[in-house]
């Protein structure tokens, strides 16, 4: 069973940058699809960015494109998430997702497998 732990959150002021971890273990080789997702209070769960098993391709939500920046190290078995010039609209819990069963990127929710508990990233003005 894949276990998957985030950090790096925390209250930033407007304009800040952040960069969440996540450290997976436990089954690690099943690996394959990964994706950071973020919910803020009475919003649905969305999908920021998603990475190839290898990490060769990946895919933004056009509402963080130039600004965050996935990235993963399968020999760490770590995934991480730059975000550059955060703003209001980045108040969320984030979290870590790997799928089993996707090897390309993918923003869909019910394509993941094991969630991570998340992080919060507050962003002050």
């Known amino acids: 069973q894949v276990q998957l732990v985030e950090s790096g959150g925390g209250v930033v002021q407007a304009g800040g940058s952040l960069r969440l971890s996540c450290a997976a273990s436990g089954g690690t080789f099943s690996i394959d699809a990964m994706g950071w997702f973020r919910q803020a209070p009475g919003q649905e769960r969305e999908c920021v960015a998603s990475?190839?098993?290898?990490?060769?391709?990946?895919l933004d939500a056009d509402s963080v494109k130039g600004r965050f920046t996935i990235s993963r190290d399968n020999a760490k078995n770590t995934m991480t998430l730059q975000i550059n010039r955060l703003n209001a609209e980045d108040t969320a819990v984030y979290y870590c997702?790997?799928?089993?069963?996707?090897?390309?990127?993918?923003?869909?929710?019910?394509?993941?497998?094991?969630w991570g508990q998340g992080t919060q990233v507050t962003v002050s003005s």
């Open positions: 997702a790997a799928a089993s069963r996707v090897v390309r990127p993918t923003g869909g929710v019910n394509d993941y497998d094991y």
């Open positions: 990475i190839s098993r290898r990490g060769s391709s990946t």
